[in-house]
């Protein structure tokens, strides 16, 4: 079977798909997939992109997505890594040329523009995929095994608690965008979603919850790239504090809260239990974002029957030789981002559907994002499924 042709659309040096694309697509033992071309906002971009990468010169640069699809025999599959307010506009034009589209997560802006992007997938009969790499992360992995084995009973219920780094007094310049609500890009839609999706992998979805989405810092300052304060006083109107308290369709009772802004000092940065009839696994790690980029993941299960408290490594998913072969080969850039991504690809190549989610997929988490603000703004129980 030939190659998948990539198509990947926003690489510069510092960007997210430099860090947790490329090293997949460029790895030498890849043969599922070729990265055939560059697409960003100007043909000398994408050159630039293909020179810094040091990507084969056969790579083709184009400067508009309109340009890419005029070509479009010439890749298989098109990945989206742009900033989230600018994925409809992008990722609309290649569902209407028919093609295979991967996008990172969100995958637009509001639900609306979701569940259009959805529909016309489905219209065209196009595979699809969103960036939720958290679900194959060895995490939540491990988790899921330590439940299933039964060894500490059911599920009674769970909290979890995580600092999102963004979200604070101060707000790095290129993250300035997720201060306006408008945008799409913000600690509801991108931090607690990728972490609250890890949490859903594991324990399943909640049937009803209340929710509360506060901006404590109606403004921010602004870091500029020399770490010095560039701009005061600019205005939030995205939520800093997200909490939500409800009930699984396990029974299982569930809270979960984010907090914008760093963490306590030379301390975790999320910390989830998991209570059971039996035991309970707590997982810290000095990142908030599971699956997304894992530092200093530890999981620990206290089995109450013996009295015993055993630590877990977190592993792969058992008995899939090809995830545990990426874990040792991909190259790590900085916190891992590069793993669960690759993960996402290999399973996306093999059909594999269960193991990834796909745009209908992405809606589902987009209806929750929205009750989550309507719980709190109506005073109302929220409910997405």
Request: contains cysteine.
């Amino acid at each position: 079977m030939p190659p998948i042709r990539v198509a990947l659309i926003g690489l510069s040096p510092s960007s997210w798909a430099s860090a947790a694309h490329i090293p997949y697509l460029t790895q030498p033992s890849n043969t599922t997939y070729n990265l055939v071309a560059i697409c960003n906002s100007s043909i000398s971009s994408a050159q630039a992109a293909i020179k810094h990468h040091n990507l084969p010169s056969s790579t083709k640069a184009y400067g508009s997505v309109h340009d890419l699809v005029a070509d479009d025999s010439s890749f298989d599959l098109a990945v989206c890594t742009v900033r989230v307010d600018s994925h409809y506009d992008v990722i609309k034009p290649l569902l209407e040329a028919g093609k295979d589209v991967f996008s990172e997560w969100p995958l637009a802006k509001n639900l609306a523009q979701a569940e259009e992007l959805r529909d016309l997938a489905k219209e065209k009969g196009v595979r699809t995929m969103v960036g939720l790499q958290g679900r194959r992360g060895p995490p939540v992995q491990t988790i899921k095994r330590i439940l299933e084995s039964g060894r500490i009973g059911r599920v009674l219920s769970s909290t979890l608690v995580a600092d999102a780094f963004n979200g604070g007094a101060v707000e790095i310049e290129k993250a300035r965008f997720m201060l306006d609500r408008e945008n799409g890009g913000g600690i509801l839609t991108i931090h607690f979603a990728h972490l609250i999706d890890v949490f859903i992998t594991a324990l399943g979805e909640f049937s009803s919850f209340n929710a509360i989405t506060a901006t404590q810092r109606p403004t921010a300052s602004i870091l500029g790239p020399d770490k010095t304060i560039i701009e005061t006083d600019v205005k939030r109107d995205s939520p800093d504090q997200v909490m939500l308290q409800g009930t699984l369709t396990s029974g299982a009772i569930a809270s979960a809260h984010m907090r914008g802004g760093m963490p306590f000092k030379d301390s975790h940065a999320l910390l989830w239990r998991i209570y059971c009839e039996s035991g309970e696994i707590r997982l810290t790690t000095t990142m908030p974002f599971l699956g997304l980029a894992d530092r200093e993941v530890k999981i620990e299960v206290h089995d109450a029957k013996i009295d015993t408290v055993e630590t877990i490594e977190s592993k792969p998913a058992e008995g899939d030789e090809a995830f545990e072969n990426l874990e040792k080969e991909v190259p790590v850039y900085g916190k891992h981002e590069a793993q669960n991504v690759a993960r996402l690809y290999e399973v996306f190549a093999k059909g594999e559907e269960e193991k990834y989610a796909d745009f209908e997929g992405a809606v589902v988490r987009h209806k929750m994002i929205k009750e989550t603000y309507k719980s709190y703004e109506e005073g109302r129980v929220g409910k997405y499924i």
